[in-house]
């Protein structure tokens, strides 16, 4: 069964960091693209992030190009996000997932999907 699992949101200070990661399960996560997501309330769904399987390489939405870094552990088939000098702006459920495709492929592509996190930015 395949599964996807966001933990590390919460509430944070404007300024604070989080780390979020995304454990997956019943796939091998060496041959997928990890992207990750975020939605506010209202809002539509935004990529944030991306990194390749084949080379490592990374994207980041300008919004938080800077701030965010994303990382991957193939040997224990986890993803992360690094969240530095957040800001009110990213209060969002941030969601994780994996596409057998490349960082170009759409959101309405991606293969699995977790639940997500919420992410609060707030003093």
């Known amino acids: 069964q395949v599964q996807l699992v966001e933990s590390g949101g919460g509430l944070v200070q404007p300024g604070g960091s989080l780390r979020l990661s995304c454990a997956t399960s019943?796939?091998?996560?060496?041959?997928?693209?990890i992207k990750w997501f975020r939605q506010a309330p209202g809002k539509e769904r935004e990529e944030v992030s991306c990194?390749?399987?084949?080379?490592?390489?990374?994207y980041y939405a300008d919004s938080v190009k800077g701030r965010f870094t994303v990382s991957r552990d193939k040997v224990k088939g986890t993803a992360f996000l690094q969240m530095n000098s957040l800001k009110p702006e990213d209060t969002a459920v941030y969601y994780c997932?994996?596409?057998?495709?490349?960082?170009?492929?759409?959101?309405?592509?991606?293969?699995?999907w977790g639940k997500g996190t919420l992410v609060t930015v707030s003093s």
């Open positions: 997932a994996a596409t057998y495709g490349t960082c170009r492929t759409a959101t309405y592509g991606m293969d699995y």
């Open positions: 019943g796939f091998t996560l060496d041959y997928y693209v």
């Open positions: 990194i390749s399987n084949s080379d490592g390489s990374t």
